[in-house]
């Protein structure tokens, strides 16, 4: 990320991947108890509606990008698919070994995995913390089958103006706070909201999606915008 570490155990906006792990590692012992207090529990919305999004059957293979301690994959399984959690930072996956889905550290930007390897790709609150997001969803496309489809849950930009301001001061004076009372590793979570603030609007990442080449991208907005579902598929 330019320089080797900031003062405190945060990543920067650079995004180095060693220091996103690191950072990533320090948060993981109470990493879902944070997300929930920090998301007022929208966190549990979030994912079931990934899951209706992705909409996975019995019999096919998913795999979960970001999954972190793996509780978004515990969602995905109720489908009846087979889902495979994959994370680039080792504290987050030994943090959720004890939830016993099928686990893999994985780099997103060059996955493990052969062509054509998975029915349907997720990534939640992920894609924004990749070094290369392009590379990334040129690797997602890669092991996915053709005719398959990705969803991409990730925070974006509230729609009605004055929900906008009220919830961009939130993230920068508000989520730190929350965070201290909550977080095995507060720091972290200033650069989270500075990397949500950097992120693409709704807009802006479908032609993002689709110019790494996805087809017929849409989204959807959740809790007014502060999430959007992305779905797109790989031509057959």
Not at 27 to 42: F, K, M, P
């Amino acid at each position: 990320m330019g320089v080797a570490k900031t003062q405190s155990n945060r990543a920067s906006l650079d995004k180095q991947p060693h220091e996103v792990a690191s950072m990533f590692d320090g948060v993981a012992r109470r990493y879902d108890l944070t997300n929930t207090v920090i998301s007022g529990g929208q966190d549990r919305y979030w994912r079931w509606a990934t899951r209706r999004a992705l909409a996975p059957r019995p019999g096919e293979r998913l795999l979960d990008l970001a999954a972190g301690t793996g509780v978004s994959t515990l969602e995905l399984r109720k489908s009846g698919a087979w889902c495979l959690a994959a994370d680039f930072s080792q504290g987050m996956l030994a943090a959720g070994r004890f939830r016993r889905v099928p686990m893999v550290a994985a780099d997103a930007m060059a996955l493990p995995f052969a062509d054509d390897s998975f029915d349907a790709v997720t990534i939640s609150f992920g894609l924004r913390n990749i070094v290369d997001s392009d590379l990334a969803l040129r690797e997602m496309l890669r092991v996915t089958k053709p005719g398959g489809r990705l969803v991409v849950c990730e925070f974006s930009t509230p729609v009605v103006p004055m929900f906008r301001t009220a919830y961009m001061e939130y993230l920068m004076k508000t989520l730190p706070k929350v965070a201290r009372a909550v977080s095995s590793n507060p720091d972290a979570y200033v650069y989270l909201a500075e990397s949500i603030r950097a992120w693409p609007n709704q807009r802006q990442l479908a032609m993002r999606i689709a110019a790494n080449g996805w087809s017929s991208v849409k989204w959807r907005n959740l809790t007014g915008g502060v999430v959007a579902l992305h779905r797109a598929y790989k031509l057959g």
